[in-house]
Structures are given as C-alpha cells and as structure tokens.
C-alpha cells in the first residue's frame, strides 16, 4: 500500500506541476478534488505541501458528484485536479472535455488495464487504483427469513429480498454506478434492474 500510495503521490506531485504552475506560484495554493477514502488524498496533499510549499484545499465527494460539478464549472473551473473515483465519470468528463491532456513521467509504471483508459480518454484519464466489488449481508435476518446464504449477485433478485437490498444513488455514487452497470451486463436490462 505504501509503494502505491508514493506512486500516487508523485502522480500527483506531477499533475499538480503541469496543471496549475501559474496559478500555484499566483496565488500559493492549488484545489484538490479528492473522489477516494478521504485518507489517502490527506496523505499524498501533506506530502505534496511539504515538498513544494505550495497548499492544497480539499473537498472530498463521490464520482458522480464531482463529475456534475466539472461539467457545472466548465466555463470557470475552481478545481485543479480531480483524483480518484470510478472510471465512467472520467471518461465522460474525458469525452466532452472537461479534462486536459497529461501524460505523467510515472505512466510507464501503470497496470496496462490504467495505460488503456489513458489512451481510451485520448490522455485524459488514467487508472490509479483498482477494487473488488462485492455485496455483504446479514446473516442474522437471512436466518430470520428462512433464507440462505447468498453466494452470487442474481440471489440478490430473490422476491423475499424485495426492498431489502440497499445501494447508493448511481447518479452520484460512482460505485453504485459501476453496480449498476456490472450487475446489468451480468443479467441483462429487465433482470439486473431488479437490484
């Protein structure tokens, strides 16, 4: 974790080097989008101050959220760098150009899987981290239920389970989107819509 959160860190060092030089030395401070657990963004911004000298403001938000956000700034923009979060809102961020053209000196030591978003999002975009998806349950109401365990995303259709599965708002929740969107590709439209 520590090597990635250093490569991320220096991926960040060098965004914040090429998107905002003049408005850093300007005005001494740069603005962080952060779309990850809050910690690693802290993190790589206090390494980053002591480096430089030069002070991030951070907000932290799902995916979604800050992608509604660039698209809402895209004549005044008050962010530097947008970091983290799921690829879908990148890449249409990417796609309507919202984003600028990078290409990092660390992109040689990306996963192939982060190099093709890159190349994808015409150089937009690029992949920092990957994680599992995956669902936990209650084991005490499903015994409740007379139900058992549940070991794959179409249990999750069960008609007992109707109204008992919760996710986050997939229009703001880059995850919940990323779901959404797996679970459909999964079972098709009519079936995976049910979750």
């Not at 403001?57 to 800050?66: D, L, Q």
Request: charged residues 20%; contains cysteine.
């Amino acid at each position: 974790m520590l090597n990635r959160l250093a490569l991320a860190g220096a991926v960040f060092a060098a965004i914040a080097a090429l998107l905002g030089p003049q408005r850093a030395s300007a005005e001494g401070n740069l603005v962080l989008y952060c779309a990850v657990q809050e910690e690693w963004c802290r993190n790589m911004l206090a390494a980053f101050e002591r480096q430089t000298g030069i002070k991030v403001a951070m907000s932290r938000k799902s995916s979604g959220e800050f992608y509604a956000q660039v698209q809402a700034e895209a004549s005044n923009p008050s962010g530097d760098i947008w970091w983290g979060g799921t690829r879908d809102p990148h890449m249409q961020a990417a796609e309507e150009g919202l984003t600028i053209q990078y290409e990092s000196p660390n992109l040689a030591k990306v996963h192939d899987w982060a190099k093709t978003q890159w190349e994808q999002s015409k150089h937009r975009a690029v992949g920092v981290y990957a994680g599992a998806l995956g669902y936990g349950y209650n084991t005490e109401l499903l015994q409740k239920n007379g139900a058992a365990e549940r070991k794959c995303w179409v249990d999750l259709t069960d008609p007992r389970f109707r109204d008992e599965v919760q996710v986050a708002d997939p229009n703001s929740s880059g995850t919940a989107y990323t779901l959404l969107a797996t679970v459909v590709q999964l079972m098709g439209e009519e079936k995976g819509s049910i979750i």
